[in-house]
């Protein structure tokens, strides 16, 4: 990591102004071509999600690649459309969209709105009446079903407030024929982030089958399927395992999904697909002396990377700057919150002020999470590799 050069091309590792961001753009480049690679085997698609990381060229390049994208929010699909995603592979979903977000999707012609509620439905329908199109629309089931992972990202559990509830399908799907500006496309899942037990997507396919026989049976068969997101990455052994499995993941789905004749299949994945390629640069500003336990306190904070306050993640951290003896430190930031921490009794290379640290798999819900919080200002992020 010593010797790269970074664009734009204005500082050395050394003289790196911090906190910064630093994107590997050939390891990027590798994974998405890992992902196509084995996606296209079974004629799969991937719409990238834009909130793990919405960095310009970060877009242009998954873009570039041949992904679509699955926005969050009007801003997203501008700035998907901005980086070059084609409309017609854009799906929109999220449990509330504003009639401005609705009426941008609708104009640009997205291939799918990805609908959570009947209320939803209801409104999108009149939108799109006022604009004389047809709304493509896939329900957003909730497929009860618990993935292993933190509790603040599962999302397919009954009563979370994504998506329809198994039981109240049948009344939505029942109200479908009365919606003259709505097309009934497709059915969407997504259950959860950072799900490394692949158990989890199993249960998925097996609930999606159930529903898919039932669909048969009132001869509503989707023509597409998507399986959302939510493949988990290695944050324990991010040079190791610099790629997901994608390879299983999909062979998963392939072995234990029921396709119908015809109909497609679509996924969303984001961290997997970013979150290794990104990293956090921090200096150390000070070390400091507790009764029991030694402080490395550096610049980044929970402004930049918000994963360890929000979620209990753990980011592995490394001293680039030492070989001294390990020694343990707990790594925290200079933001006024507790939760300011990045780990607790982290074993580095003995820590001294302005010693270059590097916080790793950082690229998904890193910098496309960071905040202002303290007046804090965010430094543009630097590439390197392609
Ligand atoms: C966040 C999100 C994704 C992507 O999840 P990852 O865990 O980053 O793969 C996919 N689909 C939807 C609907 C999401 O909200």
């Known amino acids: 990591m010593k010797n790269i050069s970074l664009f734009p091309p204005i500082a050395t590792l050394d003289t790196l102004p911090t906190p910064c961001y630093l994107y590997d753009t050939a390891l990027l480049e590798e994974t998405l071509q890992v992902a196509q690679r084995e996606a296209s085997k079974y004629h799969y698609e991937i719409h990238y999600a834009v909130k793990a990381n919405f960095n310009h060229r970060i877009l242009q390049q998954i873009a570039a690649c041949g992904f679509g994208a699955d926005c969050v929010s009007g801003g997203e699909i501008q700035a998907a459309l901005d980086a070059g995603f084609p409309a017609g592979k854009i799906v929109y979903a999220g449990v509330g969209k504003a009639d401005w977000e609705i009426a941008l999707a609708l104009e640009k012609k997205i291939f799918c ?152 299949i679509h996924f969303e994945l984001g961290r997997s697909l970013v979150g290794q390629c990104g990293t956090l640069l921090a200096r150390v500003l000070y070390v400091k002396d ?76 890193g910098e496309s999470m960071s905040s202002h919080y303290n007046c804090r200002r965010l430094r543009e992020p630097y590439f390197y590799g392609k």
């Open 290 to 365: 507790g009764s029991t336990k030694k402080f490395a306190i550096i610049d980044a904070g929970m402004t930049e990377l918000i994963r360890p306050a929000l979620y209990e993640a753990y980011h592995k951290i490394e001293n680039l700057s030492s070989g001294g003896d390990a020694e343990k430190y707990d790594v925290v930031g200079p933001v006024c919150e507790s939760t300011d921490s990045f780990g607790k009794d982290v074993p580095l290379n003995t820590v001294s002020r302005n010693d270059l640290l590097v916080i790793y798999s950082a690229g998904a819900y």
């Open 113 to 264: 709105f990805n609908v959570e509620s009947l209320a939803e439905l209801e409104a999108l329908d009149e939108l799109a009446g006022k604009q004389n199109r047809v709304a493509p629309v896939a329900l957003r089931i909730n497929p009860d079903i618990i993935a292993n992972t933190h509790r603040h990202i599962i999302t397919g559990f009954k009563e979370n407030k994504f998506g329809i509830n198994l039981d109240l399908l049948d009344a939505v799907l029942k109200t479908l024929p009365a919606l003259k500006n709505i097309a009934f496309k497709g059915i969407h899942f997504h259950i959860g982030s950072q799900i490394t037990d692949m158990e989890n997507f199993h249960s998925l396919c097996l609930r999606v089958n159930e529903i898919q026989e039932r669909l048969a049976g009132m001869d509503l068969l989707p023509e597409h399927v998507n399986l959302g997101g939510g493949l988990g990455i290695d944050y324990y052994a991010p040079e190791e395992k610099r790629i997901a499995d994608f390879a299983v993941f999909f062979q998963l789905f392939d072995k234990q999904l029921k396709r119908y004749h015809r109909q497609h």
